[in-house]
Structure formats: structure tokens, C-alpha cells
């Protein structure tokens, strides 16, 4: 908005902001496009709940100023946006904007350092004056016009009626609506099949003019045509302070004195959305008593576990985003031990047998998720399967083009009791027994 005034008051994101911004196409008459603007911090606390909406066929503007007291983490946002940013071998451009409020940046962008090492990405980088609306500011909504109408999205095929089903529900001054009504919307326009009505709402959903969970039994009828409704609802429990206070822990009172203004319907829905099969924020820990796994203790608390002759298995990646053991977390809530759990770790108990599950560092800069099970031999690989299961679940549901190895450690009689045990790639392993059918020699011999 060329004649937006900046709030010099407001010195941070807290939350998100969206808004619609609506332009010509630069090469075509008579066409408008939509874009959807979703700001928001970049604070540690926030960066789990970045997954909801980091998405591929978008623009990313990461946008750093010289008045910072730290650096922008910029590696960081690379390596998510480059995780996050691919659909199809397409990666999404990154404009890196640098707001110029004082002469130099304290802290630069080695633009030559990411170039090289992400030669795939369309990297532009911009230096503005956003208090002194200049050439260079008109010229940052050019550059932007440009690349978003050369996303492949733009031009990718869609349900015939989608635009106008869209146009519709944005006319609609409520926060969400059920199935019926939508479905009614559809057949105004001619959609009366309920799989092309699931279509269109899925595809309005990728795209982001609505939130619509249809896989989920209590929110297939709950139809958000607000998306900032939903995000504010769930921000406005993340930020409350008793939540990070109580180390994640809040209850139904907390929830009903937040979310006051919402019907008792909306607040259901609104709790649903925040659990396992959706955002994974939060499970319940007792009746009427939640906690979010994200907020737990840094510390790990004091427990038992024999690791001798346990089972261990590992995630082994070049690159970990932030969230994968808090969903984890969650996904694995009825099978906790005793409630222990802290930010990087968990302990459960399945049977007779017991699972220790750790994100750690190896010495050369892997991340890794450590699973290590004690118990009966058989029940354990069970306990193990489940636990394999959840991870990919999330891998596939929130970073769909993650990077990983699974490991498994070797079960020398010196492995099994050491400290350093030696681990194989599992399908490189697998695949070289069933070809040679011989022993591998590990490191301890």
C-alpha cells in the first residue's frame, strides 16, 4: 500500500497478520490476481507453528533491518523455505529485503554464500527505505508482480467453478460455515457432486481462502472462511503467558476464559484443531487438562532406563526443522511414561516394554532422533514400529521432502553394550545381507 503510514510504535510480529492483496496481471488484460500476504514473527517460540502455512507455489520475503540486536537467522530460513518451498522439482523464490533504517547493516546478507550453496533457488535481493516511500519500494512491488504471476500455480489446472465458489464465500461476514451451507454455495453454480465439492474445498484450501480439515470427523462440518479467525484463536492460547509459565500445561478454564467470545460449539472445534491429526499443538493430559509439548522444560528430568542390550534405532538428518519431536510428542501422548517428557525427549511405556526417544547432535553437526527400547524382544519391535510409524507420519503431513537416513545399530555383543555402538544406513544394510548373505565388520570389530 503505497499510502501506508508506519506504526513506529509497533516494533514487533506477534502472531500472524493476513491480508489480501488484489492486482492486474502484468501480461494479461482483464485479469486480477488474489494473493494472500501472511506475515508473522520470527521468534524460536513461533517456529513450530511456521508448518501450517509454509508451503510450496509462494514467494518468500525474508525481511531483516540494521537497527537488529541480533542477526537475522538467516541459514535457519533457508533451509526451511528450501524444505518447505518444492513441489515437483519448482522451488519457490526468496526475496531477501533489507530495510534500510540506519547508513550501514550491522549484521549483512552473504548473498554470495547462499547463492552457492542453494543454486536451485531464485534468490533477488532488495534494499528499501520502507519510511521513505522511494523508486526503490515501487520497484519491490514490480519485482513481486512479476514472479508471482510466473508461479506455476497461477496457470495450474483447477476445478471449472472454484474462482466463483471463492468469490462467494468471501462475501460471507462469518468466520466459518458448515458443509451444508457450502455445499449449497456449490450447487448454485452448478457443482452438485460431492466429490467435486470436495475438490473445490480442497483446492481453496491449498491455496489458502479457507481451512477446511475434511479428513477429520468433528471438523469435516467446521468450514473456515476466515483464516486469520483460526490462527488468532490458536495464537491467543500460544502466547498466553500462564501457558509458557506452567511449562505448556493449561485446562478447560483457561481455554473457556480465552476463547470467551466463541459459542461452546466453536470452542470444541477450535480445541480439535489444535490436537493430534491436525496441528499437533496439544493433547489432552487429563480430563479437562492440556499441555503443549513445544512449551515443555529445556532440562531433562530424572528418570531410570536400562540401555543395556536395548534396541536402538535412529533419524538421521542434514537438516531438522523445529516441531518433530513436539508432534511426536503428541501423536505418542497415550503411551507416555508417568509424564515424563521434556522439550527434547520423551519416555513410553507399551506392555513390557519401555522407549527412551531423544533429539540429539552426532559429533560431526548431524541431528539425529535417537529411539532406544528395553524390554521383551518380540513386543519391542512392535513398540518400535509404532513409534517409526508417527515419525514419517509427520514427515509426510508437515515436510513432505525431508531429508533423512534410518539408522540401525549394529548387534555385535561390544555394540550392544557400548556407549559408541556402530551404525548401519537400515536399507543399505538390509539390501546388502539379502544379496551377499555375509556378516558387515563394524567399527569395534
Known sequence: DDDYELDKAKTTTLGIDVKPWIFSHPHEINRKLTVNIWDFGGQQIQYMTHQFFLSPDSIYLLVTAN??????????????????GENKGKFSPVIVIKNRKHNTFKFDFDEAYYRKFYPHLKIEVREIDLANKRYDFKALKELLVVLIAELPIINSERPAKWELIRDKLSKIDKNHINFERFKKICEQYNVTNENSQMLISSSLHVIGSILHFSKDRILRDFIIINPQWAVDSVYSVLSMEKIETNNGRFNIADLDTIWSKYSFDERNKLLALMKKDNFEICF????????????????QPKYTFNDKNSLKFRFQYTFMPKGIISRLIVRLNEFIDNELMWQRGVIVKNDSCRARIVEMESRDGLKIIEISINGDELKRKYLLHTIIKDIKVIHERWFKNIKYNEMIQCNCEICKSSETPTYFKYDTLTQYIKEREKFIKCENG
Not at 537497527?67 to 518447505?84: A, M
Not at 489432552?284 to 532440562?299: R, S, Y
Open 284 to 299: 489432552e493430559l487429563k480430563k479437562d487438562n492440556f499441555i503443549a509439548p513445544q512449551f515443555l522444560q529445556n532440562k
Open 67 to 84: 537497527d537488529r540486536k541480533e542477526s537475522t537467522n538467516f541459514d535457519y530460513w533457508f533451509k526451511i523455505i528450501n524444505l518447505l
